[in-house]
């Protein structure tokens, strides 16, 4: 299994201004699931998505760790 957590502070839309917002991003074997939301909150959104192998799995991860990486987010965790 490999986790990667990105990081991001809000820009202040919607009055969130300096809320700390999370991507998770964790790949089991041909799995990925994707969790988001505010660092403060318990509760997160969920989606998953599922490849025919597990090397399709983890590129979609990275794609998508560049992707937000992209739009302001830091890498905090890796494992």
Do not use: H
């Amino acid at each position: 299994m490999e986790k990667i957590i990105l990081v991001s502070t809000s820009t202040g839309q919607r009055g969130q201004d300096g809320k700390q917002k999370v991507y998770e991003i964790i790949v089991n074997d041909n799995v990925v699931t994707l969790r988001w939301g505010k660092a403060e909150e318990d509760r997160k959104q969920t989606k998953r998505e599922f490849f025919g192998t597990p090397q399709r799995a983890k590129m979609f991860a990275e794609d998508k760790m560049w992707e937000k990486v992209a739009k302001g987010y830091r890498v905090a965790l890796r494992a």
